[in-house]
């Protein structure tokens, strides 16, 4: 194909098994669509083409992901605005007649099945290492391993008695995002192997495997993508769980000298502050110690 078409916001470039979309920069843009700034969708990550009236002496082309194709999708589940849509192509409407052409030409392209949910993800995540600030704390990924580091003023005793946490992804089965723009926004780990009686989880304030956001922070370009590399890493890890790498990375940071003594003397910052009682302080030390 080897065709452009350039709308308000984003150009999409058209290859022979795929759309290559470029998302501008400038005040205009969404801040979510600057933050991915371009993403190649392959064809077989496309459901089907529609196009659309706008507003305005316009015309919306959009390419409908497959279920399970796409982790930024996924992610969001739904919670994303109109204009944040980043398979959404706003055209001028006398571009009518050349949207409709390439919106055949991709129907025509599409194989057999892309109706049925996407075994795999097929376009790529967000690429790391990702962080971002939330109400109660500062998430951070480096690719293998999700760290939360709790704030001073934000988090609740909760979290400051359960201390920073660090999680491998091969303990991970996936991510809830609850957008910031929506009431009580969150991002929450959910772990592999839930421990009886516990998958409800408490409330994300007091949930040590979640952050919460709030006004200014976990905006939707932080927190969204963040959300989307984890999700992706979660399910590589678990494709490979089969060789046995994803047990040796999750024993490996358990017994992590450096992390145990790390949180040890988190322990110890918050026994002094009476944060922690005696007694509580001597069996968290005494749990650290254990995974050595």
């Not at 990550?45 to 992901?65: E, K, N, S």
């Not at 571009?95 to 129907?107: D, G, K, M, Y």
């Not at 949930?207 to 956001?213: G, Q």
């Not at 949180?263 to 944060?275: N, P, Q, S, T, V």
Request: aromatic share 6%; glycine share 8%; proline share 7%.
């Amino acid at each position: 194909m080897g065709d452009v078409l350039a709308g308000f916001h984003a150009t999409w470039e058209f290859a022979e098994d795929s759309v290559l979309i470029r998302y501008e920069r400038g005040i205009r843009t969404p801040k979510l669509l600057q933050a991915l700034g371009e993403r190649r969708v392959p064809l077989a990550a496309i459901d089907t083409v529609t196009l659309a009236p706008g507003r305005r002496g316009t015309v919306v082309l959009r390419a409908v992901p497959r279920a399970g194709a796409d982790p930024l999708m996924e992610a969001a589940a739904g919670q994303l605005k109109e204009n944040c849509d980043p398979y959404r192509l706003v055209l001028p409407a006398e571009r009518e007649e050349l949207a409709e052409f390439h919106a055949a030409q991709i129907r025509d392209r599409l194989g057999p099945g892309v109706a049925e949910p996407a075994e795999s993800f097929l376009v790529a995540a967000p690429e790391g290492p990702q962080q971002f600030k939330a109400y109660d704390g500062k998430a951070s990924f480096n690719g293998s391993v999700v760290s939360f580091r709790w704030s001073r003023t934000g988090a609740t005793s909760a979290k400051w008695k359960a201390g920073d946490q660090s999680f491998p992804v091969a303990a991970l089965s996936g991510v809830e995002w609850r957008s910031p723009e929506i009431l009580d926004g969150y991002l929450r780990l959910l772990p592999r192997h839930p421990a009886p009686g516990t998958e409800a989880g408490p409330a994300a304030d007091h949930d040590p495997a979640a952050v919460v956001f709030g006004l200014g922070y976990g905006p939707v370009h932080e927190s969204l993508p963040f959300a989307a590399a984890v999700l992706a890493a979660t399910r590589s890890s678990a494709a490979r769980s089969g060789t046995g790498e994803a047990a040796s990375a999750v024993a490996a940071l358990r017994s992590d000298p450096a992390d145990i003594a790390e949180r040890i003397r988190h322990l110890g910052e918050l026994h002094l502050a009476g944060l922690l009682t005696d007694e509580e302080f001597t069996t968290k030390k005494k749990e650290l110690l254990a995974q050595l």
